[in-house]
């Protein structure tokens, strides 16, 4: 996974994948029935696909396959979307560029536009050629490839470890269990992920499975993310041979043991970038809950006059996100500067 300053710059596809998921998510919540009700139910929802490119409205049909109670209909033009939407309400639109007029003319529907980032992409293509002298060990695998200078990555764990010691270095005295001292002048700092659902109903989990393997036979300098439509992820470079792929994004909150499936999904992928992975050990196995907002974006709440402060939603970008965050309370408490992620 990467790690960097700025917010990493996912493709056009990508980003649909994420409003996708917000949306059916939008919807789960607007419903809230049982996974067994759910089964029984017809058709609840329909996406309405509106792209003149035939390879693209199969593209979001496949992304939407395994979302439940979701019928999608597709459209090639504006007028044979307005068509459609006079017998067939849609509940989503998903249009791309060349039927961006769809939006306004269907104001009223909720509306993802695929708006790819030509320059950006375009720049990304002409260093394709280049993927062998980049990645030895990716030479002739790949027809095409992306590539995005400013991305850097690091491995969790040990970012972990620096992150314990610079805050002991810095004199914090760390202490695990127990509940906080309930002093009237304090401020509380509260990061405790989907435990603090108590106070921050609409925290939901989303599930993450990755894999942790070692081979001695691939060698990667920087993480590889394979674009599926459904199958988004990352092969991350560990050093000493360790490289971590992952993660799948589940809506569920079960924190069980990783799947079969889930398993086979990975292992995939992993074989997939490259087929030396097959030898690979297969060091650790790992499940966690991500805590997310509604929107998927990660925020500090405050709340009793600050005495209270709420960090948490970091979904898929605690690593990444974590110091912006840290930087927004911090300036909070010195200056009482409100930035963007910081919510009053
Ligand atoms: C499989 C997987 C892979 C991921 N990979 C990446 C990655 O490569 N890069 C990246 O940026 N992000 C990644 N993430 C996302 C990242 O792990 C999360 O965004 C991050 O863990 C969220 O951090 P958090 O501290 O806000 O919440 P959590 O990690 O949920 O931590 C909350 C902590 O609070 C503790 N707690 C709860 N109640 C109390 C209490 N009363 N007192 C004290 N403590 C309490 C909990 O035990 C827990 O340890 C991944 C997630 C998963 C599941």
Redesign the pocket.
């Known amino acids: 996974?990467t790690?960097n300053e700025r917010a990493p710059s996912p493709s056009a596809r990508v980003r649909l994948e994420a409003e996708v998921l917000t949306t059916q998510l939008t919807a789960d919540q607007e419903l809230p029935v049982s996974r067994a009700a759910d089964a029984d139910m017809s058709v609840l929802r329909t996406v309405l696909v509106v792209a003149s490119d035939a390879d693209l409205r199969r593209y979001v049909r496949e992304c939407l396959r395994d979302v439940q109670r979701v019928r999608v209909i597709e459209a090639a033009s504006v007028t044979e979307a307005l068509d459609v939407a006079t017998h067939d309400s849609p509940h989503v639109l998903i249009a791309d560029w060349s039927a961006a007029s769809v939006v306004s003319a269907l104001s009223e529907v909720r509306a993802v536009l695929i708006a790819d980032d030509l320059a950006e992409i375009s720049d990304a293509r002409q260093a394709a050629n280049e993927l062998g002298d980049m990645e030895p060990d990716l030479a002739g695998r790949f027809t095409s490839a992306l590539y995005f200078p400013d991305e850097a990555h690091m491995p969790?764990p040990a970012a972990l470890e620096f992150m314990l010691a610079e805050v002991q270095r810095a004199g914090v005295e760390i202490v695990l269990g127990g509940t906080p001292p309930a002093e009237a002048n304090d401020t509380l700092i509260d990061?405790?992920?989907?435990?603090a659902r108590d106070a921050l109903p609409n925290l939901r989990g989303v599930r993450?499975?990755?894999l942790l393997i070692r081979s001695h036979e691939v060698e990667l300098q920087r993480p590889v993310q394979l674009l599926h439509p459904r199958v988004p992820l990352y092969v991350v470079p560990w050093g000493d041979g360790l490289f971590m792929i992952?993660?799948t994004l589940i809506e569920t909150e079960d924190a069980g043991p990783v799947s079969v499936r889930s398993a086979l999904e990975l292992l995939g992928g992993a074989y997939a970038v490259h087929p030396a992975f097959a030898e690979a050990e297969i060091i650790d196995l790992?499940?966690?809950?991500?805590?997310a907002f509604p929107d998927n974006v990660p925020r500090a709440l405050v709340r009793e006059d600050g005495r209270h402060i709420f960090?948490?939603g970091?979904?898929?970008?605690?690593?990444?996100l974590a110091p912006v965050l840290a930087r927004a309370v911090a300036d909070y408490l010195e200056s009482g500067r409100v930035s963007e992620l910081l919510v009053r």
């Open positions: 996974m790690a969790a990061c405790r992920g989907l435990a993450g499975e990755r992952g993660a790992g499940v966690g809950v991500r805590p960090v948490n970091a979904y898929r970008h605690g690593f990444l």
